[in-house]
């Protein structure tokens, strides 16, 4: 139900749209003095209509926001950045850029302790074989 209440919210521009539309027709009727059951007719159509496109448009939605979550849990890839969007597709890219950032904080501290070990490692030998040969 949260996910629907984002939804509406994210489409809200095009709902006060339909219903400026729809407030517009029947001011054009009434101005006309047509009868309000043509009104009727037209607007239950569009409704029809309008429910249909709704459905639709919220299942794709619904899949790219279970594509995110999906993303979110499976991140391995590293960015940063710090998006401020209140949409939920918005909050959802934000958590996935915020642990793809983790992942690479990581990765970078792993790369230079790798590092470190083998310079230690070489110090040493270069060292241990360097007496040897002074001897």
Known sequence: ?????????????????????????????????????????????LCVLLVVCFLFDYYKYYKKHQTLVTLQSNSNVSLSCDLQDSSLMGEDYHEILVAMKEYHDEYVISSENKMHDLEDYFTMWVHQAKLPIAA
Do not use: P, Q
């Open 1 to 45: 139900m949260k996910l629907f209440g984002h939804y509406l919210k994210d489409r809200l521009f095009f709902i006060m749209i339909y219903v400026v539309s729809v407030l517009i027709c029947l001011c054009v009727f009434k101005l006309y003095n047509l009868e309000l059951e043509a009104f009727t007719y037209a607007f239950m159509i």
